[in-house]
């Protein structure tokens, strides 16, 4: 089967946060503890736009498997040539190379959406999405020590950046 890549419609939402959703028990990928709902992910959807910050969607045989946001970062004018990008994989799609892909297509539309910095934000211990950023020359601009509590668990949030004007 081929995987399409496609800006997101509203019609995706729950598929899309049913894939966050199936992230929150690992502890791995967000800071939030229980699942969210469809209805609380609204405003955060219409924040994103095909022309300025992206929410796209793959699909595989007709069933949305995996989504990449780039969102603002820190919400302040001087900032909006940086983006923070997120990616989530279905359970299904994980380990087969789509976040690879993923995070390459977004590096390439970057510039195009007046991008010159993008920054992941990852859990110090998750291993997998460290070395997915670190593979494509981003780097780690600084750590948050301890600031999450998960299960009773203190973790890092390490800020992973990378310049789009720069040779890695």
Do not use: C
């Amino acid at each position: 089967m081929s995987l399409i890549y496609r800006d997101a419609t509203l019609d995706d939402l729950p598929a899309i946060v049913a894939i966050y959703n199936s992230t929150v028990p690992s502890r791995q990928v967000t800071a939030d503890l229980d699942p969210v709902t469809v209805e609380s992910r609204l405003a955060w959807f219409h924040a994103h736009g095909p022309h300025a910050r992206p929410l796209w969607v793959v699909e595989e045989g007709g069933k949305v498997i995996a989504w990449l946001s780039f969102s603002d970062f820190y919400g302040r004018p001087a900032y909006s040539r940086t983006a923070e990008v997120s990616i989530y994989l279905d359970e299904s799609a994980r380990g087969k190379g789509l976040g690879k892909k993923l995070l390459q297509a977004a590096l390439e539309k970057a510039p195009e959406l007046r991008i010159d910095t993008v920054l992941g934000f990852v859990f110090g211990h998750n291993a997998p999405s460290v070395r997915l950023f670190e593979g494509f020359g981003f780097e780690p601009w600084g750590t948050l020590p301890r600031v999450a509590v998960l299960d009773g668990i203190e973790r890092d949030l390490v800020i992973l950046g990378r310049r789009l004007d720069t040779l890695h």
